[in-house]
């Protein structure tokens, strides 16, 4: 927490906050600014990583500093996991909600907000739209994305940015008269 914002709270203020922490959390209801604020920051995200995925080569990006231990542990915790288009079954139900617990917990305190909420791109072709994206924690996106890419499931998306590209400069190049 930042020091200014503990200041100034002061000694009651932190003692209260201290006492809020300790109730139970059925106590608590959602606050939507709040809400607001993670859906905002997982847009962005999202937006950030399909302009970067579809920008350059995708085959050799690295995600995070453990992509190699992701992608091991990823392909050695669900041999069949198919990534080019997503189950959502496979990640929400209650059988893949115990499997991806355990797979996701190895990776705490190892990648930074590995259990932070993450829009995913279900099926691997196509950019995020509301039919198109599932909430995850961000270590499924990383597992999901990390085997994507190494795989070249994402390399579409890069070559239908170059080949408009082109198309762009083809249309704006001024056209000659013989």
Sequence with gaps: MDSEVLKSLGVEGMS?????LTRPAEEYGNDENLELQWAI????HAETYFNLVSSVDNRG????QQ?????????????NFRVDIVDPEELKSEASKSKWRTFCNKFEGA??????????????????????????????????????????LNLGLWTKKQEKRKDD????????SS
């Design 16 to 20: 209260a906050a201290a006492h809020a």
């Design 41 to 44: 920051k997982a847009y962005h």
């Design 61 to 64: 990006l690295k995600l995070t």
């Design 67 to 79: 992509d190699d231990e992701i992608y091991q542990s990823f392909k050695q915790s669900f041999p």
């Design 111 to 152: 990648v930074e907000d590995f259990n932070f909420g993450t829009l995913l791109r279900l099926d691997c072709r196509e950019d995020y739209s509301e039919k198109n994206s599932i909430f995850v924690t961000r270590i499924q996106f990383f597992a999901v994305e990390i085997t994507r890419n190494r795989e070249g």
């Design 169 to 176: 400069a083809t249309a704006a190049k001024p056209q000659t």
